[in-house]
């Protein structure tokens, strides 16, 4: 079943995507044991990095999105490629804080309202691209649409909500990114700001039925719209073995051969999925002597 959609006005000035990432985000709270509150805060954060690595331009290419405030939550972490499969991590699963004055998960007091947002795309060049701007409110939505519009200077709307449930399982989650292209006349400007201020909360509307598309509707009534994608997305972890062999080539060949030395067997645990890899002092020897083979010419 779809849970993503895309949709262009026909004017072409008005571009959104929405997804409902309920399925994502209790993979995600499976995996790494969250409180209520954390499983709110690192659900936003894969639900905004899954809708901008949507942006991407080439099916190579990827996004990183980190949120590190100087609330209890730590660093919040979440990768996407374009196709937005997503996965993530955190630094302290197991926050627990009160609920907010409005009598909801107080996302940010966990984030904190002093750090930042940071936005690092790989687009296979010589360089990443890294966008950085401070975080507004610690809720992560606004703190995205602040990045679009200082960073890369585009005027968008966003909205992120994660509903838990009493047996802490995340019950609905998703989010729109709504953005404006270059051109947009000031009738698109009043007709989007009228939709977002009346636009209930994307998990009321998720909870009452409606699919992404629905909402995205809901969003553009006033415009004709066609959509340009529908799929699914999902928390999907690509490590593996292989993987986690050239994370340890990269530690360098007198770390890795202390490692060899001091221990018989030496386990790596993967942050976004908790699978866990061991290597035997032999097989990290045998690590060392591949890395350190002379090429073999086959003139």
């Known amino acids: ?103 909801k998960l107080d996302v940010g007091g966990a984030v904190g309202r002093e750090g930042y947002v940071s936005v690092i795309k790989d687009l296979r060049l010589k360089e990443p691209y890294i966008g950085r701007t401070p975080i507004v409110s610690g809720e992560i939505a606004q703190d995205i649409t602040h990045y679009l519009a200082v960073s890369e200077q585009t005027p968008a709307a966003v909205a992120l909500g994660v509903l838990v449930d009493r047996d802490w399982s995340v019950r609905r989650a998703g989010g729109f990114l709504v953005e404006l292209l270059p051109g947009a006349d000031e009738e698109t400007v009043a007709a989007l700001e009228r939709a977002l201020a009346d636009i209930r909360p994307v998990t009321e509307l998720l909870e009452a039925g409606d699919t992404p598309e629905d909402i995205l509707r809901r969003l553009l009534a006033e415009f004709e719209v066609t959509v340009l994608e529908r799929g699914e997305k999902r928390y999907v972890c690509p490590c593996s073995k292989a993987r986690v062999e050239q994370v340890l080539l990269s530690l360098g060949h007198s770390e890795l051969a202390r490692l060899a030395a001091e221990q018989p067997v030496t386990e790596v645990g993967c942050q976004f999925c908790t699978n866990k890899y061991t290597f035997t002092d032999e097989e990290l020897r045998a690590l060392l002597h591949s890395a350190t083979e002379p090429a073999q010419d086959d003139d």
């Open 1 to 103: 079943m779809d849970n993503f959609v895309k949709l262009l006005s026909a004017n072409g000035f008005v571009h959104a995507m929405a997804l409902d990432s309920t399925a994502i985000c209790e993979q995600a709270r499976r995996i790494h044991d969250t409180t209520p509150v954390m499983s709110a805060a690192l659900g936003r954060t894969l639900t905004a990095a899954s809708l901008l690595g949507c942006r991407l331009k080439e099916a190579q290419h990827t996004l990183t999105l980190q949120i590190k405030g100087d609330g209890p939550a730590g660093l919040l972490l979440a990768v996407s490629d374009a196709a937005g499969q997503v996965r993530g991590a955190l630094h302290n699963p197991h926050v627990e804080l009160p609920l907010n004055a409005a009598g």
